[in-house]
């Protein structure tokens, strides 16, 4: 009976000989630091990183983040845990007949939005320009992602996640459309925050994944919300099943699961043992107008952004509230209690007090974002007797 680093070995050779030549192997997992437990246990790299994602106090987080549709209380709404659960199943699904890594899927798809702040990209746009106004740069989610994962948790140290994962979760961009992605393969940890940066200095640049995995991932991040985005504003009244466009509903179908299906099926055929992942032409002109009826009538309706002027002037009281917090060292403030005390002393030295307040708001969830806004701004009962 072999033992279990002998096991993972055998996993190892498995992936050469049933993995496709464009595949990432596990063993060619690149991390920051070297780390003797990793490279003498049993679980390969990308299977660990899954489980170091899981078990992130980030992903912990995604429970009660938005997904499109936030200050609606429907049980049947998608929150962003449900989107990552969804992206990873899809992911892994074109993978395998792919012949892909699916650890390595699964790791970048559930890790892919843990950047998200409060409130979708409503919360990302108020975020974002906070942090210009403080003189930090745009605040941009896959950037943050990073960030958590890479910087902030574990009390600062981050969980030395291999760079073909934080390379995937960087340039994920499921919000830019494209009928075909090549990865980038050249890359190296130190590439990865020159990539960060121009990414900051530019959100529009396009980055492409270093993997083949990396880029199934960010059209299947797409895949996974374009459907079910309509079945919630279907549900919500917001729009009707007929008002999807002639071209989307007679190429793709007119509800998730055959939507889902259709694109999953085209993007196998068209993307099979080749160095690339793309769509047929005829699917992927459908999708483009699908994703343009979806912004203009969902995403952008004005019908769903009746209370996001509000939620603006909350983001902007709890900023500056925080950076007055850390300013004045209040240490029975929540930035102290709930973030600060659980950071490692080279965290609070290496980041001026507006990155420390970004990275904390980031960190919400919706509830909590509330509970401080009612906590910190509206009036709270007094004790019944004074001691």
């Known amino acids: 009976m072999p033992n279990l680093r002998e096991l993972r070995d055998i996993l190892d050779q498995q992936e050469d000989m049933g993995l496709s030549r464009y595949a990432t192997k596990s063993r060619q997992a690149i991390r920051r630091q070297y780390d003797e437990r990793i490279a003498s246990g049993h679980r390969q790299n990308f299977a660990l ?7 992130s106090w980030s992903y912990t987080r995604y429970i009660d983040k938005t997904q499109v549709f936030y200050l609606i209380d429907h049980d049947h709404i998608s929150h962003r845990v449900l989107h990552v659960q969804l992206l990873s199943k899809i992911a892994r699904t074109i993978g395998r007949y792919l012949r892909l890594n699916e650890d390595l899927l699964e790791a970048i798809s559930l890790g892919h939005d843990i950047g998200h702040p409060p409130f979708g990209h409503d919360g990302e746009t108020i975020l974002s320009q906070l942090c210009q106004e403080h003189g930090i740069g745009p605040f941009l ?32 961009d499921g919000e830019m ?18 990539q960060i940066e121009l990414k900051q200095a530019d959100s529009h640049v396009n980055l492409k994944p270093m993997t083949l995995e990396g880029c199934v991932v960010r059209l299947a991040d797409t895949i996974s919300y374009i459907g079910r985005d309509l079945e919630d504003a279907i549900l919500l009244n917001l729009i009707r099943r007929d008002d999807l466009p002639l071209l ?30 793309c769509y047929s032409q005829e699917v992927g002109e459908a999708l483009r107008i699908l994703r343009q009826f979806n912004y203009k009538n969902i995403y952008n309706s004005s019908r769903i952004k009746a209370e996001t002027p509000k939620i603006e002037e909350l983001f902007k009281a709890l900023f500056n509230r925080f950076l007055e917090d850390l300013e004045l060292d209040r240490h029975d403030s929540p930035i102290w209690r709930d973030f600060l005390a659980q950071m490692e002393p080279s965290y609070r030295a290496g980041h001026q007090p507006a990155e420390v307040v970004r990275d ?9 974002f509330l509970r401080q806004c009612q906590t910190l701004f509206f009036p709270q009962p007094l004790p019944l007797r004074f001691t």
């Open 49 to 55: 990183d899954t489980d170091r994602i899981l078990h």
């Open 141 to 172: 989610h896959s950037v943050q992602g990073v960030r958590f994962l890479d910087c902030i948790e574990k009390g600062g140290q981050g969980l030395n996640l291999s760079l073909q994962v934080l390379d995937g979760i960087l340039c994920h």
């Open 177 to 194: 459309h494209l009928d075909r992605l090549v990865p980038d393969r050249e890359k190296t940890i130190a590439q990865l925050q020159s």
């Open 248 to 277: 989307a509903r007679e190429q793709l179908g007119q509800t998730n699961g055959t939507i889902v299906y259709t694109l999953v099926s085209d993007l196998i055929e068209n993307s099979y043992n080749k160095n690339y992942v």
């Open 360 to 368: 904390f708001l980031a960190s919400m969830t919706d509830a909590y």
